[in-house]
T-cell receptor
Framework: DVKVTQSSRYLVKRTGEKVFLECVQDMDHENMFWYRQDPGLGLRLIYF???????EKGDIPEGYSVSREKKERFSLILESASTNQTSMYLC????????????FGDGTRLSIL | GNSVTQMEGPVTLSEEAFLTINCTYT??????LFWYVQYPGEGLQLLLK?????DKGSNKGFEATYRKETTSFHLEKGSVQVSDSAVYFC????????????FGAGTQVVVTP
């Protein structure tokens, strides 16, 4: 089975801090994705990566950056955390074909105080 | 662009009732279609998929048929259990979208004993 592991289930940080969320997958997937999930807003794509060192902006990239130095790891960075970034963050990975599903981690519930 | 519309919830059912969650889509070309399930506090899990017209995906008693003529992918289960209480997401992945997924807003299902 595909395993997508997010480094923390719960995280509490302070406004202005630089925050790193880590995601690792063990199935040699080319594509990796970061979403945030908020009540009433569904899943919103922040960034995705279709290969090592490649990244593309999603629908809501403002205030975030990403890093993909190795194929298995995709990091989401909040440059200067703000309270409106309090959310559930979900990482996913997939193979590159259009018939391939995404596989999700368990999520990180991030609170910015 | 691609989009997915699914019925709003919550859908409340008694145990052993029949469940249908409607999902329709708009897409360029021939997308692949997916249903995901999310249990409280967890990430999304792939429930089933269909990759071409008239394909039927099935898993754990759930079924959905890819209907190109009606651009639909409705999820059904003949007899729900309390353990089926969750949020269900319909999603598509188009061949022209750089591997990006489009998710519906999610439908919460509550099954009572």
């Amino acid at each position: 089975d595909v395993k997508v592991t997010q480094s923390s289930r719960y995280l509490v940080k302070r406004t202005g801090e630089k925050v790193f969320l880590e995601c690792v997958q063990d199935m040699d997937h080319e594509n990796m994705f970061w979403y945030r999930q908020d009540p009433g807003l569904g899943l919103r794509l922040i960034y995705f990566s279709y290969d090592v060192k490649m990244k593309e902006k999603g629908d809501i990239p403002e205030g975030y950056s990403v890093s993909r130095e190795k194929k298995e790891r995709f990091s989401l960075i909040l440059e200067s955390a703000s309270t409106n970034q309090t959310s559930m963050y979900l990482c996913a990975s997939s193979l590159g074909g259009s018939d391939q599903p995404q596989h999700f981690g368990d999520g990180t519930r991030l609170s910015i105080l | 662009g691609n989009s997915v519309t699914q019925m709003e919830g919550p859908v409340t059912l008694s145990e052993e009732a029949f469940l249908t969650i409607n999902c329709t889509y708009t897409a360029t070309g021939y997308p692949s279609l997916f249903w995901y399930v999310q249990y409280p506090g967890e990430g999304l899990q792939l429930l089933l998929k269909a990759t071409k017209a008239d394909d039927k995906g099935s898993n754990k008693g759930f079924e959905a048929t890819y209907r190109k003529e009606t651009t639909s992918f409705h999820l059904e289960k003949g007899s729900v259990q309390v353990s089926d209480s969750a949020v269900y997401f319909c999603a598509l992945r188009g061949p022209d979208s750089w591997g990006k997924f489009q998710f519906g807003a999610g439908t919460q299902v509550v099954v009572t004993p």
